[in-house]
């Protein structure tokens, strides 16, 4: 059905961009603390910009074809005007406020459906970034700046002994501490050995960056000591993870979501990687069980395993330690999760997709501890049973909660109004009966289609945030109440296959 989540772990393959929303913003949050001494200790009060730091700009400026933002707009030569003679003052750019140098330069840009969006830079990296010696801090992420052809023309032409490729450029620029080249279009790299000079690098994008060729990044990144964060989500890695990956000791953040890695998880997860507190290994091809060694990160915050070949089964075990993990999803796997019903769980999560794991044929008591659980997807889960009455009040707090595709049984729960947040509720595909309960006010999408209810629907149907209302194929009767009208943002109205009086009221006009 039409599938609409509020919030993360749900990964949408029509989506270009990796990883769920949540995880890059808990990740440039993180990252943002982490390097907020850094990046703030200078301000652009003092002095001004270096003439050839200026030129060097100027000189990137004009390798750009397409500025559809205009955020280069300002960027001129100095003409009289006094606040463009001073690049520390141009969109993007901030300098030290004792020497002027440049030290950062974002250019990142932040519309989520990067190279299609209308923000996007388009054209050819200059050289001249390489004059930027100083510079702490480059994002030019989701820009289209790698030419048609996926390299830098320029380069080609004066710059050959770089291999002919874009990315070793970067290692020259040894003072960096944030690296964002992702999602700049068809760039690729053969080599990752640039990445060793750059001994300052705390963080490194380069998601979308084709690394195909490259077997040996964790050989490099291992020696990088400062390096926290990693991002390496669809550079189209092969093969299996070998044990050295488990040198990436000094790391709190890995995501090598959306490759092709396969073969199993080795216990290096947990036994080496000990100071990981996001953990991304979605959308690749692992096989096998999830090590009983992830109990041991005991500071891990987000656990992302969706969608591989994963079996096996979950027990408590897996999450005696676990007690800051705030997010995890193991949807689209074959896993079973076998947990005592006496069970407590020794964290609070805040986001859970257990989608297609084996969860039943009980419904899992220990959920009801989940009671902080804003996003939780429990659907094909294998559940035979009454939705428990504990339900509502536990995850009162919830936006978001999808049971589809199990066999719920029973009646909802009557106070299921008392779900103050709930938004998206998806109970699609069960064999629910009885009468539909008043609804939460905040609802703004409900599928309860394929089940059993019958009776007709309360009055209060008509909440005014709901846009969609999916009752098809039930047996639900009598006509549909003219609160109904009160739906101003209604967009999708499924009735079909019910026993409603023949005529629906004309005035819905449902949008
Ligand atoms: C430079 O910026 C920092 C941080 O904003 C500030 O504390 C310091 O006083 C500034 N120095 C000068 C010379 O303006
Ligand atoms: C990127 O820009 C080049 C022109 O420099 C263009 O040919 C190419 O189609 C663009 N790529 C995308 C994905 O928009
Ligand atoms: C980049 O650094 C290397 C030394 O690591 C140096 O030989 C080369 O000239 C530098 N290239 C540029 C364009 O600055
Ligand atoms: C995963 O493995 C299967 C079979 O080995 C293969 O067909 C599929 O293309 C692989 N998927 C990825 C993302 O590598
Ligand atoms: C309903 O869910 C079951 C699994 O519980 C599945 O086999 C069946 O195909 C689903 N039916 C529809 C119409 O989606
Ligand atoms: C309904 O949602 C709004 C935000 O959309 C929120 O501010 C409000 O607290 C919610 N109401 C309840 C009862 O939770
Ligand atoms: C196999 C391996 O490298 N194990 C190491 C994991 O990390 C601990 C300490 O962090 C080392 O003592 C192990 O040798």
């Not at 020497?99 to 330069?105: D, K, N």
């Not at 250019?107 to 702490?136: F, K, M, R």
């Not at 991002?231 to 490759?259: A, H, I, Y």
């Amino acid at each position: 059905m039409m599938k609409r989540a509020p919030s993360p772990p749900v990964h949408d393959p029509t989506m270009r961009r990796p990883g769920p929303k949540l995880v890059q913003l808990l990740l440039a949050a993180a990252t943002c603390s982490f390097l907020l001494m850094t990046t703030h200790a200078d301000a652009n009060a003092g002095a001004t910009c270096v003439p050839h730091e200026r030129d060097a700009l100027l000189a990137f400026k004009r390798g750009i074809t397409r500025d559809p933002a205009g955020i280069l707009h300002l960027w001129r030569q100095p003409d009289g005007h006094s606040e463009l003679q001073d690049c520390c003052r141009w969109r993007g750019v901030r300098c030290s406020n004792r020497t002027g140098h440049v030290l950062e330069l974002r250019l990142g840009n932040p519309s989520y459906d990067t190279i299609y969006s209308d923000t996007a830079l388009v054209g050819q990296i200059s050289h001249s970034l390489l004059a930027l010696e100083h510079l702490q801090h480059l994002d030019l992420s989701n820009n289209n700046l790698s030419g048609s052809t996926g390299r830098i023309p320029e380069f080609l032409g004066s710059l050959r002994n770089f291999h002919g490729r874009v990315l070793p450029l970067f290692g020259n620029l040894t003072a960096l501490r944030y690296l964002d080249l992702s999602g700049m279009g068809a760039t690729y790299s053969t080599d990752v050995s640039w990445l060793a000079h750059l001994r300052f690098l705390q963080y490194l994008n380069l998601d979308l960056v084709n690394l195909n060729t490259v077997t040996d990044w964790p050989h490099v990144v291992s020696r990088l000591p400062s390096l926290r964060f990693l991002r390496l989500s669809g550079c189209s890695l092969t093969g299996t993870l070998p044990e050295w990956v488990g040198q990436l000791t000094s790391l709190v953040s890995l995501d090598l979501s959306r490759n092709s890695y396969a073969g199993p998880l080795a216990e290096f997860i947990g036994n080496n990687l000990t100071g990981l507190r996001i953990l991304d290994l979605s959308w690749n091809n692992f096989t096998g069980p999830l090590p009983e060694s992830i109990s041991y990160l005991g500071g891990l915050r987000t656990l992302d395993v969706s969608y591989n070949n994963l079996n096996g089964v979950i027990t408590e075990e897996h999450f005696r330690n676990l007690r800051s993990l705030q997010h995890i999803d193991l949807s689209s796997n074959s896993l079973n999760i076998e947990i005592s019903s006496k069970w407590q769980p020794p964290f609070r999560l805040r986001s859970a997709n257990f989608a297609t794991c084996g969860m039943g044929p009980l419904f899992p008591a220990w959920l009801q501890w989940l009671v902080d659980v804003d996003y939780l997807d429990i659907s094909s889960t294998g559940i035979n049973d009454k939705i428990p009455d504990w339900l509502p009040r536990a995850f009162s707090d919830a936006r978001y909660l999808s049971m589809s595709r199990n066999k719920l049984s029973g009646q909802l729960p009557a106070n299921v109004e008392i779900m103050s947040s709930l938004e998206e509720l998806d109970l699609n595909n069960n064999t629910l009966t009885g009468q539909l309960p008043k609804l939460p006010w905040n609802l703004t999408y409900l599928d309860i289609c394929i089940n059993s209810l019958s009776g007709s629907l309360p009055a209060n149907i008509g909440l005014p945030k709901l846009q969609v209302l999916s009752i098809a194929s039930n047996s639900i009767t009598g006509r549909l109440p003219r609160s109904i009208c009160k739906c101003k943002g209604l967009r999708t109205l499924v009735l079909a296959d019910n026993h409603f009086k023949e005529d629906y009221p004309i005035a819905l006009g449902t949008k």
